[in-house]
């Protein structure tokens, strides 16, 4: 991992593989860091160049820093990517930092971000058990409880080993500050636009957006993504045969093999 300072905040990340069309960003969702693309990272690097980041206070470094947000978040990419000299990319963002990939898809325009992909963000309008759950990261004598409650959701009981090393081993380091962070962007996330289908239909430039996520069996959540892929041809999803939070750990193969499609399908587009 290399640390390069955007605006003066150190932001550590990796860059590999040979330029073919977009790099390809791997974004991670709060309080975990780039080790969340270590499986996948193999089946893309033959054909990609890849550049994982960490978020602030996610990388090697991991003091505290200054409150920070969506806005930050894109800021922070904008300049390691200019610093890069990167042109263009397709974000694949997991859980949360959907909401910063459709921002930047939004800001940057096609040309720069001409598709997207999104790993196991909730599509709807926030649960209200889920909206609890984030509040009380803002509390110090109840943000540890709920966000162990929330690892073992993202578990599922799997005993797939890189899921349960990322879980269980890698994603420490983490203290209240991060935590509380997480919950308050979120929340704001949803509070401000609904449900990351709004924000995508927002979107100036509709490019294409695909969603992955793990369910065994098909259910109403899979209708959402029918009914609103048939209103916005550009949307596409895949539900994997998978049970936890973080398919491009449980699944790579698959994962790499879905993100080949939406290339392709950009390229022909």
């Not at 904008?78 to 459709?102: K, M, N, R």
């Not at 924000?199 to 969603?211: A, C, L, S, T």
């Not at 109403?220 to 999803?237: C, K, M």
Request: aromatic residues 8%; glycine residues 8%.
């Amino acid at each position: 991992m290399h640390t390069i300072t955007i605006d003066g905040t150190p932001i550590t990340f990796d860059d590999q593989g040979l330029d073919d069309g977009p790099a390809l960003l791997l974004l991670t969702g709060w309080g975990h860091d780039h080790r969340a693309y270590d499986e996948l990272l193999p089946h893309l690097v033959p054909r990609h160049r890849v550049i994982r980041m960490d978020w602030r206070g996610h990388g090697i470094d991991r003091t505290p820093v200054a409150e920070f947000g969506l806005a930050e978040q894109v800021s922070d990419v904008v300049g390691l990517l200019d610093a890069l000299s990167v042109d263009s990319f397709v974000p694949v963002a997991h859980a949360h930092a959907g909401w910063t990939a459709l921002q930047l898809a939004d800001r940057l325009g096609a040309a720069r971000v001409p598709a997207v992909m999104i790993i196991d963000l909730i599509m709807t309008a926030a649960p209200r058990e889920f909206l609890n759950g984030i509040r009380a990261f803002r509390d110090p004598a109840r943000w540890q409880s709920s966000r162990l409650e929330f690892l073992r959701a993202w578990l599922a009981g799997s005993h797939n080993e890189a899921v349960n090393r990322h879980i269980r081993t890698e994603m420490g380091g983490f203290g209240f500050e991060v935590w509380a962070q997480a919950g308050r962007v979120i929340d704001d996330a949803y509070a401000t636009w609904g449900s990351p289908m709004s924000r995508m239909e927002k979107i100036i430039e509709p490019r294409r957006v695909h969603h992955i996520f793990c369910r065994p069996e098909r259910t109403a959540y899979d209708d959402l993504h029918d009914e609103f892929r048939a209103r916005n041809p550009w949307f596409s999803y895949a539900r994997l045969d998978g049970t936890t939070h973080f398919p491009q750990l449980e699944l790579p193969l698959r994962v790499a093999e879905e993100l080949r499609d939406l290339l392709a399908a950009d390229r022909d587009h």
